[in-house]
Protein backbone atom coordinates (compact mmCIF):
# COMPACT_ATOMS: atom_id res chain seq x y z
CA UNK A 1 0.00 0.00 0.00
CA UNK A 2 1.20 3.49 -0.78
CA UNK A 3 0.90 5.99 1.44
CA UNK A 4 1.04 10.30 0.38
CA UNK A 5 4.22 12.09 1.32
CA UNK A 6 3.22 14.97 -0.33
CA UNK A 7 0.11 16.97 -1.08
CA UNK A 8 -0.39 20.39 -2.63
CA UNK A 9 -4.50 21.47 -3.85
CA UNK A 10 -4.96 24.51 -5.27
CA UNK A 11 -1.09 26.16 -4.12
CA UNK A 12 -1.24 29.89 -5.46
CA UNK A 13 1.49 32.34 -4.28
CA UNK A 14 1.92 35.92 -5.45
CA UNK A 15 5.07 38.06 -5.23
CA UNK A 16 3.87 41.32 -4.83
CA UNK A 17 1.49 41.45 -8.05
CA UNK A 18 3.62 38.52 -9.92
CA UNK A 19 1.34 35.42 -9.73
CA UNK A 20 4.18 32.85 -9.23
CA UNK A 21 2.26 29.99 -8.61
CA UNK A 22 -0.99 29.05 -10.44
CA UNK A 23 -3.30 26.40 -8.57
CA UNK A 24 -0.34 23.75 -8.21
CA UNK A 25 -1.92 20.82 -7.73
CA UNK A 26 0.76 18.11 -7.07
CA UNK A 27 0.87 14.20 -5.79
CA UNK A 28 4.15 12.43 -4.28
CA UNK A 29 4.14 9.12 -2.50
CA UNK A 30 6.24 7.67 -0.25
CA UNK A 31 8.83 6.58 -2.36
CA UNK A 32 8.13 8.35 -5.07
CA UNK A 33 10.84 10.38 -7.71
CA UNK A 34 9.55 13.30 -9.67
CA UNK A 35 11.24 15.39 -11.44
CA UNK A 36 10.45 19.29 -12.07
CA UNK A 37 11.56 20.58 -15.17
CA UNK A 38 10.61 23.66 -16.92
CA UNK A 39 12.11 27.00 -18.38
CA UNK A 40 13.63 29.84 -15.90
CA UNK A 41 10.94 31.70 -14.38
CA UNK A 42 8.66 29.06 -14.46
CA UNK A 43 8.23 28.48 -10.76
CA UNK A 44 9.86 24.79 -9.96
CA UNK A 45 11.81 26.19 -7.61
CA UNK A 46 9.22 28.02 -6.08
CA UNK A 47 6.83 25.00 -5.67
CA UNK A 48 9.91 23.20 -3.63
CA UNK A 49 10.60 26.20 -1.53
CA UNK A 50 6.62 26.43 -0.55
CA UNK A 51 6.82 22.48 0.61
CA UNK A 52 9.44 22.76 3.07
CA UNK A 53 8.07 26.45 3.76
CA UNK A 54 11.53 28.41 3.12
CA UNK A 55 8.56 30.42 1.16
CA UNK A 56 4.80 31.04 2.04
CA UNK A 57 2.86 29.95 -0.17
CA UNK A 58 -1.00 32.43 0.40
CA UNK A 59 -3.91 29.93 -0.99
CA UNK A 60 -4.12 26.54 -1.08
CA UNK A 61 -2.74 23.53 0.83
CA UNK A 62 0.06 21.58 1.22
CA UNK A 63 0.55 18.34 3.22
CA UNK A 64 3.16 16.44 4.25
CA UNK A 65 2.41 13.06 5.56
CA UNK A 66 -1.60 13.63 6.11
CA UNK A 67 -0.53 17.06 7.85
CA UNK A 68 -1.05 20.52 7.00
CA UNK A 69 1.31 23.04 6.63
CA UNK A 70 0.15 26.56 9.16
CA UNK A 71 1.83 29.12 10.29
CA UNK A 72 2.31 27.37 13.64
CA UNK A 73 5.94 28.23 14.41
CA UNK A 74 6.38 24.56 15.94
CA UNK A 75 5.28 22.75 12.61
CA UNK A 76 7.49 24.65 10.57
CA UNK A 77 10.29 23.39 12.59
CA UNK A 78 9.30 20.14 12.62
CA UNK A 79 8.99 19.99 8.90
CA UNK A 80 12.23 21.61 8.09
CA UNK A 81 13.77 18.42 9.74
CA UNK A 82 11.91 15.98 8.11
CA UNK A 83 12.08 17.71 4.69
CA UNK A 84 15.53 17.95 3.49
CA UNK A 85 16.84 20.07 1.00
CA UNK A 86 19.72 20.27 -1.43
CA UNK A 87 20.38 23.80 -3.33
CA UNK A 88 21.94 24.85 -6.70
CA UNK A 89 24.52 26.91 -4.37
CA UNK A 90 25.36 24.03 -1.66
CA UNK A 91 24.87 26.42 1.26
CA UNK A 92 27.94 24.35 3.09
CA UNK A 93 28.28 26.24 6.47
CA UNK A 94 32.07 28.00 5.46
CA UNK A 95 33.27 28.22 8.28
CA UNK A 96 32.67 24.92 9.72
CA UNK A 97 34.58 21.55 9.28
CA UNK A 98 32.89 18.64 6.87
CA UNK A 99 32.22 17.30 9.93
CA UNK A 100 30.76 19.64 12.07
CA UNK A 101 28.74 20.96 9.00
CA UNK A 102 26.95 17.32 9.08
CA UNK A 103 26.36 16.97 13.13
CA UNK A 104 24.82 20.63 13.68
CA UNK A 105 21.74 19.95 13.09
CA UNK A 106 21.37 16.03 14.48
CA UNK A 107 23.09 17.06 17.71
CA UNK A 108 21.22 20.52 17.86
CA UNK A 109 17.69 19.93 16.19
CA UNK A 110 17.42 16.38 17.32
CA UNK A 111 19.50 15.67 20.77
CA UNK A 112 21.57 13.48 19.72
CA UNK A 113 24.79 13.46 21.12
CA UNK A 114 28.43 14.44 19.62
CA UNK A 115 29.31 10.22 19.41
CA UNK A 116 26.28 9.20 18.03
CA UNK A 117 25.67 11.87 15.36
CA UNK A 118 29.39 11.62 14.32
CA UNK A 119 29.01 7.83 13.47
CA UNK A 120 25.69 8.75 11.71
CA UNK A 121 27.93 11.75 10.00
CA UNK A 122 30.93 9.10 8.85
CA UNK A 123 28.51 6.48 7.28
CA UNK A 124 26.49 9.45 5.17
CA UNK A 125 29.88 10.63 4.28
CA UNK A 126 30.96 6.78 2.83
CA UNK A 127 27.51 6.55 0.97
CA UNK A 128 28.02 10.09 -1.25
CA UNK A 129 31.75 8.51 -1.27
CA UNK A 130 34.13 11.69 0.25
CA UNK A 131 34.69 9.81 3.65
CA UNK A 132 38.50 11.00 3.96
CA UNK A 133 37.24 14.55 3.44
CA UNK A 134 35.70 14.74 7.27
CA UNK A 135 38.23 17.52 8.35
CA UNK A 136 38.29 19.41 5.57
CA UNK A 137 36.94 22.84 5.52
CA UNK A 138 33.84 23.05 2.75
CA UNK A 139 36.30 25.69 1.02
CA UNK A 140 38.84 23.07 0.24
CA UNK A 141 36.70 20.52 -1.82
CA UNK A 142 35.57 20.74 -5.39
CA UNK A 143 32.00 21.85 -6.01
CA UNK A 144 31.07 18.49 -6.89
CA UNK A 145 32.78 17.28 -3.28
CA UNK A 146 30.47 20.13 -1.46
CA UNK A 147 27.01 19.33 -3.29
CA UNK A 148 27.99 15.67 -2.05
CA UNK A 149 28.47 16.89 1.19
CA UNK A 150 25.34 19.28 1.02
CA UNK A 151 23.33 15.88 0.74
CA UNK A 152 25.08 13.93 3.25
CA UNK A 153 24.30 16.72 5.25
CA UNK A 154 20.27 16.51 4.44
CA UNK A 155 20.58 12.86 4.94
CA UNK A 156 22.08 12.79 8.56
CA UNK A 157 18.81 14.85 9.60
CA UNK A 158 16.97 11.52 8.31
CA UNK A 159 14.33 12.77 6.10
CA UNK A 160 11.22 11.63 4.76
CA UNK A 161 11.79 13.76 1.97
CA UNK A 162 14.17 14.88 -0.11
CA UNK A 163 13.75 18.15 -2.24
CA UNK A 164 16.42 18.74 -4.24
CA UNK A 165 16.59 22.16 -6.25
CA UNK A 166 19.12 22.45 -9.24
CA UNK A 167 21.56 20.30 -7.81
CA UNK A 168 23.98 20.17 -10.49
CA UNK A 169 23.24 23.99 -12.22
CA UNK A 170 26.17 24.93 -10.46
CA UNK A 171 29.02 22.53 -10.98
CA UNK A 172 31.67 21.97 -13.64
CA UNK A 173 30.44 19.76 -16.27
CA UNK A 174 32.97 17.06 -15.32
CA UNK A 175 31.37 17.08 -11.85
CA UNK A 176 27.98 17.00 -12.83
CA UNK A 177 27.66 12.99 -12.75
CA UNK A 178 29.50 12.27 -9.33
CA UNK A 179 26.31 13.95 -7.92
CA UNK A 180 24.35 12.44 -10.28
CA UNK A 181 25.43 9.28 -9.26
CA UNK A 182 24.90 9.66 -5.69
CA UNK A 183 21.50 10.79 -6.39
CA UNK A 184 20.59 7.64 -8.57
CA UNK A 185 21.78 5.50 -6.05
CA UNK A 186 19.79 7.38 -3.53
CA UNK A 187 16.61 7.18 -5.64
CA UNK A 188 17.46 3.19 -5.83
CA UNK A 189 17.42 2.71 -1.69
CA UNK A 190 14.01 4.21 -1.74
CA UNK A 191 14.11 7.24 -1.11
CA UNK A 192 10.67 9.94 -2.03
CA UNK A 193 12.55 12.50 -4.40
CA UNK A 194 11.08 15.80 -5.86
CA UNK A 195 14.27 17.05 -7.77
CA UNK A 196 14.53 20.61 -10.29
CA UNK A 197 16.47 19.43 -12.76
CA UNK A 198 17.15 19.82 -16.63
CA UNK A 199 19.26 16.69 -16.53
CA UNK A 200 17.14 14.71 -18.70
CA UNK A 201 19.19 11.28 -18.26
CA UNK A 202 19.11 11.59 -14.64
CA UNK A 203 14.95 11.55 -15.47
CA UNK A 204 14.69 9.43 -17.58
CA UNK A 205 16.65 6.88 -15.24
CA UNK A 206 14.91 7.76 -11.94
CA UNK A 207 11.93 9.34 -12.31
CA UNK A 208 8.65 7.95 -11.28
CA UNK A 209 6.65 10.68 -13.01
CA UNK A 210 7.85 13.78 -15.33
CA UNK A 211 6.13 17.26 -14.40
CA UNK A 212 6.61 20.28 -16.89
CA UNK A 213 6.18 23.90 -15.55
CA UNK A 214 5.72 26.90 -17.43
CA UNK A 215 4.71 30.23 -16.47
CA UNK A 216 3.70 28.98 -12.68
CA UNK A 217 1.17 26.48 -13.76
CA UNK A 218 1.68 22.70 -14.10
CA UNK A 219 1.44 22.11 -18.02
CA UNK A 220 2.05 18.69 -17.87
CA UNK A 221 2.67 15.34 -15.73
CA UNK A 222 3.36 12.17 -17.05
CA UNK A 223 5.23 9.17 -16.82
CA UNK A 224 8.46 9.56 -18.37
CA UNK A 225 8.34 7.21 -20.67
CA UNK A 226 5.07 9.06 -22.10
CA UNK A 227 7.08 12.06 -21.31
CA UNK A 228 10.22 11.97 -24.04
CA UNK A 229 8.03 10.57 -26.50
CA UNK A 230 4.81 11.66 -26.87
CA UNK A 231 4.46 15.28 -24.77
CA UNK A 232 0.90 16.27 -24.77
CA UNK A 233 1.30 19.90 -25.11
CA UNK A 234 3.12 22.24 -27.73
CA UNK A 235 4.95 24.06 -24.96
CA UNK A 236 6.52 20.98 -23.67
CA UNK A 237 7.68 19.73 -27.07
CA UNK A 238 9.00 23.04 -27.49
CA UNK A 239 11.17 23.13 -24.11
CA UNK A 240 12.50 19.18 -24.83
CA UNK A 241 13.53 19.78 -28.15
CA UNK A 242 15.73 22.98 -26.57
CA UNK A 243 17.03 21.19 -24.13
CA UNK A 244 17.85 17.89 -26.37
CA UNK A 245 19.25 19.19 -29.03
CA UNK A 246 22.59 18.72 -28.10
CA UNK B 1 57.89 51.57 22.82
CA UNK B 2 58.60 53.04 19.01
CA UNK B 3 55.35 54.73 19.25
CA UNK B 4 55.86 56.63 22.09
CA UNK B 5 59.18 57.64 20.64
CA UNK B 6 57.83 60.55 18.38
CA UNK B 7 55.37 62.07 20.48
CA UNK B 8 57.89 62.31 22.98
CA UNK B 9 60.92 63.54 20.90
CA UNK B 10 57.52 66.27 19.84
CA UNK B 11 57.52 67.40 23.15
CA UNK B 12 61.07 68.08 23.58
CA UNK B 13 60.89 69.78 20.46
CA UNK B 14 57.96 71.96 21.53
CA UNK B 15 60.38 72.74 24.69
CA UNK B 16 62.94 73.80 23.06
CA UNK B 17 61.09 76.76 21.71
CA UNK B 18 59.28 77.79 24.86
CA UNK B 19 62.26 80.75 25.04
CA UNK B 20 59.99 83.55 24.68
CA UNK B 21 57.50 82.28 27.02
CA UNK B 22 55.10 80.69 24.88
CA UNK B 23 55.83 77.29 26.70
CA UNK B 24 55.96 76.99 29.68
CA UNK B 25 56.87 72.93 30.44
CA UNK B 26 58.03 73.62 34.08
CA UNK B 27 54.66 72.65 34.85
CA UNK B 28 54.43 69.21 33.87
CA UNK B 29 58.79 68.45 34.17
CA UNK B 30 58.79 65.43 35.74
CA UNK B 31 62.81 66.54 37.04
CA UNK B 32 60.60 68.97 39.58
CA UNK B 33 58.61 67.76 42.53
CA UNK B 34 55.66 69.86 41.85
CA UNK B 35 55.69 68.76 38.17
CA UNK B 36 55.92 65.12 38.61
CA UNK B 37 53.15 65.49 40.94
CA UNK B 38 50.95 67.38 38.62
CA UNK B 39 51.92 64.63 35.91
CA UNK B 40 50.69 62.01 38.75
CA UNK B 41 47.41 63.76 39.19
CA UNK B 42 46.68 64.10 35.25
CA UNK B 43 47.66 60.14 34.22
CA UNK B 44 45.77 59.65 37.35
CA UNK B 45 42.78 60.16 35.46
CA UNK B 46 43.57 57.25 33.32
CA UNK B 47 42.14 54.39 35.11
CA UNK B 48 37.89 56.21 34.95
CA UNK B 49 38.57 57.16 31.34
CA UNK B 50 39.56 53.49 30.73
CA UNK B 51 36.52 51.74 33.59
CA UNK B 52 34.21 53.91 32.04
CA UNK B 53 35.26 52.77 28.01
CA UNK B 54 35.65 49.26 29.02
CA UNK B 55 32.28 48.70 30.59
CA UNK B 56 30.03 51.24 28.14
CA UNK B 57 31.09 49.30 25.50
CA UNK B 58 30.60 45.86 26.95
CA UNK B 59 27.27 47.16 27.46
CA UNK B 60 26.98 48.31 24.11
CA UNK B 61 27.97 45.22 22.10
CA UNK B 62 25.03 43.57 24.80
CA UNK B 63 21.95 46.20 23.87
CA UNK B 64 23.32 46.40 20.22
CA UNK B 65 22.85 43.06 19.44
CA UNK B 66 19.86 42.99 21.30
CA UNK B 67 18.18 46.11 18.95
CA UNK B 68 19.75 44.77 16.23
CA UNK B 69 17.76 41.22 15.80
CA UNK B 70 14.17 42.47 15.89
CA UNK B 71 15.62 44.70 12.58
CA UNK B 72 15.89 40.81 10.85
CA UNK B 73 13.17 39.92 11.89
CA UNK B 74 10.13 38.84 9.30
CA UNK B 75 7.50 40.70 10.92
CA UNK B 76 7.27 44.00 10.37
CA UNK B 77 6.37 45.57 13.77
CA UNK B 78 9.82 44.02 15.38
CA UNK B 79 11.82 45.73 12.44
CA UNK B 80 9.53 49.09 13.57
CA UNK B 81 10.53 48.83 16.49
CA UNK B 82 14.23 48.67 15.68
CA UNK B 83 13.96 51.42 13.03
CA UNK B 84 12.47 53.97 15.99
CA UNK B 85 15.26 53.04 18.42
CA UNK B 86 18.04 53.48 16.50
CA UNK B 87 16.84 56.87 14.23
CA UNK B 88 15.86 58.01 17.54
CA UNK B 89 19.21 57.20 19.78
CA UNK B 90 21.18 58.17 16.81
CA UNK B 91 19.80 61.76 16.61
CA UNK B 92 20.37 62.94 20.26
CA UNK B 93 23.89 64.35 20.97
CA UNK B 94 25.95 62.92 23.39
CA UNK B 95 26.10 66.19 25.49
CA UNK B 96 22.87 66.70 25.84
CA UNK B 97 22.09 62.91 26.83
CA UNK B 98 24.00 63.06 29.05
CA UNK B 99 22.78 66.16 31.17
CA UNK B 100 19.20 64.02 30.97
CA UNK B 101 20.34 60.83 32.23
CA UNK B 102 22.19 62.51 35.33
CA UNK B 103 20.27 65.09 35.91
CA UNK B 104 16.61 64.37 34.38
CA UNK B 105 16.64 60.40 34.69
CA UNK B 106 16.86 60.08 38.71
CA UNK B 107 13.81 62.82 39.24
CA UNK B 108 11.87 60.10 37.02
CA UNK B 109 12.89 57.29 38.98
CA UNK B 110 11.90 59.23 42.21
CA UNK B 111 8.62 59.96 40.65
CA UNK B 112 8.11 56.20 40.26
CA UNK B 113 8.72 55.63 44.05
CA UNK B 114 12.63 54.07 43.21
CA UNK B 115 15.25 55.49 44.76
CA UNK B 116 18.23 54.96 42.58
CA UNK B 117 20.82 57.77 42.82
CA UNK B 118 22.58 58.03 39.29
CA UNK B 119 26.86 59.19 40.09
CA UNK B 120 28.97 60.35 37.36
CA UNK B 121 30.68 57.21 36.82
CA UNK B 122 27.53 55.33 35.82
CA UNK B 123 25.30 58.38 34.51
CA UNK B 124 28.46 58.06 31.79
CA UNK B 125 28.22 54.64 31.61
CA UNK B 126 24.50 54.63 30.38
CA UNK B 127 25.03 57.56 28.62
CA UNK B 128 27.83 56.19 26.31
CA UNK B 129 26.23 52.82 25.94
CA UNK B 130 22.80 53.76 25.30
CA UNK B 131 24.38 56.23 22.75
CA UNK B 132 26.80 54.10 21.36
CA UNK B 133 24.11 50.71 21.04
CA UNK B 134 22.81 52.68 17.93
CA UNK B 135 25.54 52.24 15.99
CA UNK B 136 26.75 48.95 17.28
CA UNK B 137 23.48 47.70 16.26
CA UNK B 138 23.81 49.16 12.58
CA UNK B 139 27.30 47.26 12.54
CA UNK B 140 25.22 44.19 13.78
CA UNK B 141 22.80 44.88 10.76
CA UNK B 142 25.35 44.86 8.10
CA UNK B 143 27.60 42.38 9.32
CA UNK B 144 24.47 39.58 9.21
CA UNK B 145 23.16 41.06 6.31
CA UNK B 146 26.78 40.33 4.75
CA UNK B 147 26.16 36.46 5.08
CA UNK B 148 24.16 35.17 2.37
CA UNK B 149 20.53 34.36 2.36
CA UNK B 150 21.06 30.83 1.20
CA UNK B 151 23.27 30.05 5.00
CA UNK B 152 19.53 31.09 7.14
CA UNK B 153 17.83 28.63 4.76
CA UNK B 154 20.29 25.85 5.05
CA UNK B 155 20.20 26.15 8.42
CA UNK B 156 16.41 25.78 8.31
CA UNK B 157 16.53 22.92 6.24
CA UNK B 158 18.27 21.00 8.92
CA UNK B 159 15.70 22.11 11.73
CA UNK B 160 17.68 24.93 13.72
CA UNK B 161 15.72 27.30 15.59
CA UNK B 162 16.11 31.38 14.85
CA UNK B 163 18.44 31.44 18.16
CA UNK B 164 20.53 27.69 16.78
CA UNK B 165 20.27 29.58 13.39
CA UNK B 166 21.64 33.02 14.74
CA UNK B 167 24.06 31.03 17.35
CA UNK B 168 25.82 28.51 15.24
CA UNK B 169 25.57 29.62 11.49
CA UNK B 170 25.04 33.29 11.15
CA UNK B 171 26.96 35.38 14.01
CA UNK B 172 29.87 33.43 13.74
CA UNK B 173 30.46 34.52 10.50
CA UNK B 174 29.20 37.66 10.55
CA UNK B 175 31.64 38.65 13.82
CA UNK B 176 34.60 38.58 11.07
CA UNK B 177 33.34 41.85 9.20
CA UNK B 178 31.89 43.22 12.87
CA UNK B 179 35.17 43.00 14.46
CA UNK B 180 36.84 46.11 12.98
CA UNK B 181 33.80 48.69 12.63
CA UNK B 182 33.06 47.41 16.62
CA UNK B 183 36.80 48.26 17.25
CA UNK B 184 36.38 51.82 15.54
CA UNK B 185 33.03 52.29 17.71
CA UNK B 186 35.21 51.54 20.69
CA UNK B 187 37.85 54.50 20.29
CA UNK B 188 34.97 56.37 19.58
CA UNK B 189 33.52 55.47 23.04
CA UNK B 190 37.00 56.26 24.49
CA UNK B 191 37.20 59.65 23.01
CA UNK B 192 33.46 60.35 23.81
CA UNK B 193 34.12 59.33 27.61
CA UNK B 194 35.54 63.23 27.81
CA UNK B 195 32.23 63.85 28.19
CA UNK B 196 31.66 62.44 31.06
CA UNK B 197 34.15 65.51 32.73
CA UNK B 198 31.20 67.58 32.86
CA UNK B 199 29.22 66.03 35.37
CA UNK B 200 31.85 65.67 37.64
CA UNK B 201 33.51 62.05 36.89
CA UNK B 202 37.43 62.22 37.17
CA UNK B 203 38.69 61.13 34.26
CA UNK B 204 41.55 62.70 32.30
CA UNK B 205 39.81 65.46 30.77
CA UNK B 206 38.44 66.61 33.99
CA UNK B 207 41.52 66.47 35.56
CA UNK B 208 43.34 68.44 33.12
CA UNK B 209 40.78 70.76 33.51
CA UNK B 210 41.31 71.22 36.90
CA UNK B 211 44.73 72.00 36.97
CA UNK B 212 44.54 74.23 33.99
CA UNK B 213 42.38 76.75 36.58
CA UNK B 214 44.82 76.25 39.42
CA UNK B 215 47.82 76.31 36.74
CA UNK B 216 47.01 78.74 34.38
CA UNK B 217 48.58 76.54 31.83
CA UNK B 218 46.10 75.41 29.67
CA UNK B 219 48.51 75.01 26.13
CA UNK B 220 50.77 72.48 28.00
CA UNK B 221 48.21 70.58 29.60
CA UNK B 222 45.76 70.09 27.17
CA UNK B 223 48.59 69.25 24.54
CA UNK B 224 49.72 66.45 27.59
CA UNK B 225 45.87 65.53 27.91
CA UNK B 226 45.90 64.89 24.05
CA UNK B 227 48.88 62.75 24.18
CA UNK B 228 47.35 60.46 26.57
CA UNK B 229 44.42 60.08 24.20
CA UNK B 230 47.04 59.24 21.64
CA UNK B 231 48.61 57.04 23.55
CA UNK B 232 45.62 55.26 24.87
CA UNK B 233 44.06 54.98 21.13
CA UNK B 234 47.06 53.78 19.70
CA UNK B 235 47.32 50.67 22.29
CA UNK B 236 44.03 49.81 21.60
CA UNK B 237 44.43 49.75 18.12
CA UNK B 238 47.07 47.28 18.42
CA UNK B 239 45.35 45.20 20.53
CA UNK B 240 42.45 45.41 17.74
CA UNK B 241 44.94 44.13 15.36
CA UNK B 242 46.26 41.64 17.25
CA UNK B 243 42.80 40.27 17.37
CA UNK B 244 41.86 40.89 14.08
CA UNK B 245 44.59 38.58 13.25
CA UNK B 246 43.64 36.15 15.33
CA UNK B 247 40.51 36.00 13.88
CA UNK B 248 41.04 35.98 10.46
CA UNK B 249 39.05 39.51 9.80
CA UNK B 250 42.00 40.57 7.97
CA UNK B 251 41.74 38.09 5.60
CA UNK B 252 39.31 37.05 2.76
CA UNK B 253 36.76 33.62 3.56
Redesign the interface.
Known amino acids: MTTTAIELVDVNKWFGDFHVLKDINLTVQTGEKVVICGPSGSGKSTVVRCV???EEHQKGTIRLDGRELTNDPRSI?SI??E???V?Q?F?????LSVLDNLT??PT???GLTRTEAETRAREYLERVRIPDQADKMP?QLSGGQQQRV?IA??L??EPKVLLFDEPTSALDPEMISEVLDVMVELAQDGMTMVVVTHEMGFARKVADKMVFMDEGEIVEQSPPEQFFANPETERCRKFLSQILQH | MKKFIFPLALLTLLAGCSGNGTWGWYVIDPTTKSGWTNIQFLISGMWSTILISVIAAAISIVLGLVVALPGQSAKRGWRIVNRIYVEFIRSIPLLPMLFWVFYGLPIIFKSMGLDIPIDPFWGAIITLAISDSAFTAEIYRSGIQSI?K??K?????????YA?TMR??IL??AIRCILPPLANQFIYIVKMSAFASVIGMQELTRRANELVVTEYRPLELYSFLILEYLILVLIISAGVRWLERKMGSDER?
Request: glycine letters at 14%; charged letters at 10%.
Open positions: NRLAQGVGMFQNLFPHLGKARGARSCM | AGQEAAQTIGLNQYVPQM
